[in-house]
Structures are given as C-alpha cells and as structure tokens.
C-alpha cells in the first residue's frame, strides 16, 4: 500500500496457484493455463478482489474500483505458452489498484481480507506499507485479518504548504497580481493623458480659430 495525498495504491501479488482459487481461470478444463485464459479471466479477479478485500478510506467507506493494472512476473510473459499446474504454481502477478481521494487529504485508511476462507487458515499475507521512502510490515492472517494505517498527512507542514500552492492558482486568477495591477494604472494614466491632451489641442486650435475670425472681421 503507497499513499499519497490524494491517492492510495494498492499492489497485491499472487501466486497464480492462489488465485485459481479464487476464481476459475481454466476454461477449457485442459489442465493448463494460456496468456489468453489469464487475460480473460482478469475482470473476474478485479471482481473478486473488490468483494473480498474491504476497504475504509477516512473512515469512510471505500472500493478498490473496476481499474486494475496486472503484471506478470516472468520474463517474455506473453509469449507464454500454455503452463503446467507445476509451471504457474511458481508464477506470481502483481495487480495494481490506484484509488483516488478527492475533497480532502488522505488522513488515514482500513483495509481487510476476507480470502482464507479460499487460501486457508493458515496462510498469512506479508503487507507492506510504503510512504515518504519508509516501509512498514504488517501481517494479515485469519485471526488477525484487518489493519488501520494513519497517513498523517493531516498534520504535515510540508504537505499543508505543498496543498496552499496547489490553491494559489485559483486565486491569482480571480484577482491581479500587483505587477498587472501596476500596468492597468500605467495604462489609464496613459489614457487620461492622450485624452486631456486631446482637449487641451482642440482648445487650442478653436482659439486660434476664433483670433482669425476676428482679426478678418476688422
């Protein structure tokens, strides 16, 4: 699990052994699984995993979503040919989630599995907890299946300035800066200039208008 402020990734990797207990993967029932057979059966495991590992985030509930990366974990992966119980027993994939947060900052989030009903009870799950460059490990087993984790990013001054800056845009929009606000008074005082000048030479000229007239009257 990676948090960020807005964002919470979760990676899981499996044993494709494990999950052909979670779902069916064998289509034709030839005792092998294809590239093809694992692609098609992806939206199942997206399925799966969304109804078997709950998920809080800001003690609200949450969903791992329909968007999954997969990865599998051996070179040359889709050039794959079709393997062996023995050959993709020792074949893992990773699948990758990206939940995003929106409204507020990520402060703090509850994940549960409920898959040892499948796995057994005697399996226990190795979870990481990535942030800021520091791991925490966490194990998940059937006695002790959930875990609360607090970002802290509530309280982080660098993360509380980093979420100023991202608003200032908004702001400077709305209102000028002090150097366009300067130009739009150099530019009025212009206007006022070019137009008191204006007046100031058609006085001029009506003077000189009238002098004539009268000078040409005498």
Same mark, same amino acid.
């Given at each position: 699990?990676?948090?960020? /402020?807005h964002q =919470?990734?979760?990676?899981f990797?499996?044993? *494709?052994?494990?999950?052909?207990r979670?779902?069916?993967?064998?289509?034709n029932?030839d005792?092998?699984?294809?590239m093809a057979? =694992? &692609?098609?059966a992806?939206p199942?495991?997206?399925?799966?995993?969304?109804?078997h590992?709950?998920?809080? *985030?800001?003690q609200? +509930?949450a969903? =791992?979503g329909?968007?999954?990366?997969f990865?599998?974990l051996? /070179?040359? $992966?889709?050039?794959?040919?079709?393997?062996t119980?023995f050959?993709?027993? &020792?074949?893992?994939?990773?699948?990758?989630?990206a939940?995003?947060? #929106?409204g507020?900052?990520?402060?703090?989030f509850?994940? $549960?599995?409920? *898959?040892? #009903?499948?796995? !057994? /009870?005697?399996?226990?799950?190795? !979870?990481m907890?990535e942030?800021? !460059?520091k791991?925490?490990?966490?194990p998940?087993t059937?006695q #002790?299946p959930?875990?609360?984790?607090?970002?802290?990013?509530?309280?982080?001054?660098f993360?509380?300035e980093a979420e100023? +800056?991202?608003?200032q845009?908004?702001?400077?929009?709305?209102?000028?800066?002090? #150097?366009q606000?300067?130009?739009?008074?150099?530019? !009025?005082?212009?206007i006022?200039l070019l137009?008191v000048?204006r007046k100031?030479?058609l006085s $001029? =000229?009506s003077?000189?208008? *009238?002098a004539?007239?009268?000078?040409?009257?005498?």
């Open positions: 699990m990676r948090p960020t /402020p =919470l990734e979760a990676r990797t499996f044993n *494709i052994l494990t999950l052909t979670f779902v069916r993967m064998d289509m029932s005792g092998k699984l294809s057979e =694992l &692609a098609g992806q199942v495991v997206v399925e799966y995993l969304n109804s590992i709950r998920l809080d *985030i800001n609200q +509930k969903a =791992l329909t968007r999954a990366k990865e599998y051996w /070179p040359n $992966a889709s050039v794959t040919p079709p393997m119980e050959e993709f027993a &020792a074949r893992n994939v990773d699948v990758t989630f939940v995003p947060v #929106e507020r900052l990520l402060e703090d509850w994940i $549960a599995f409920e *898959i040892f #009903e499948q796995t !057994g /009870p005697m399996q226990t799950i190795r !979870g907890f942030q800021d !460059g791991a925490e490990e966490v998940f059937a #002790e959930e875990y609360t984790y607090d970002t802290g990013f509530a309280d982080d001054p993360v509380q100023k +800056k991202l608003k845009p908004s702001s400077e929009n709305a209102k000028p800066s002090n #150097e606000r300067w130009w739009m008074i150099r530019v !009025g005082v212009l006022i137009v000048g100031v030479q $001029a =000229l003077r000189k208008t *009238i004539r007239r009268r000078r040409t009257s005498r």
